[in-house]
């Protein structure tokens, strides 16, 4: 059975920082393309930062020079480091986990975490 665990979020003030982490079992953890969304109330979910199998990053202009993914093989564990944080980044943060080739596509999802960002 896949499992994805989001933990870390929470409540912080503008101009602090959280790090999420994603916790994965049941899947081959180093094949899979890992990613954080968040979806924010009356909003469509939306891409934060990705990290693909091969190591290659990318990020949501938003959240460019603020926030970093890495990814831990060891652990099964994807992390979300976020900085300078905004109101604006309020949201369920939520982790994906995407593999695919030219026969099957496997696409998981956590739960999410709650972020508030707020005085």
């Known amino acids: 059975q896949v499992q994805l665990v989001e933990s870390g979020g929470g409540l912080v003030q503008p101009g602090g920082s959280l790090r999420l982490s994603c916790a994965g079992s049941g899947i081959i953890f180093n094949i899979y393309d890992m990613a954080w969304y968040r979806q924010a109330p009356g909003k469509q979910r939306e891409l934060v930062a990705a990290a693909t199998s091969g190591g290659r990053t990318n990020y949501a202009d938003p959240v460019k020079g603020r926030f970093t993914i890495s990814r831990d093989s060891a652990k099964n564990t994807v992390y979300l480091q976020m900085n300078s944080l905004k109101p604006e980044d309020t949201a369920v943060y939520s982790c994906?986990?995407?593999?695919?080739?030219?026969?099957?596509?496997?696409?998981?999802w956590g739960q999410g975490t709650q972020v508030t960002v707020s005085s």
């Open positions: 994906n986990a995407h593999y695919s080739d030219y026969r099957r596509l496997f696409d998981h």
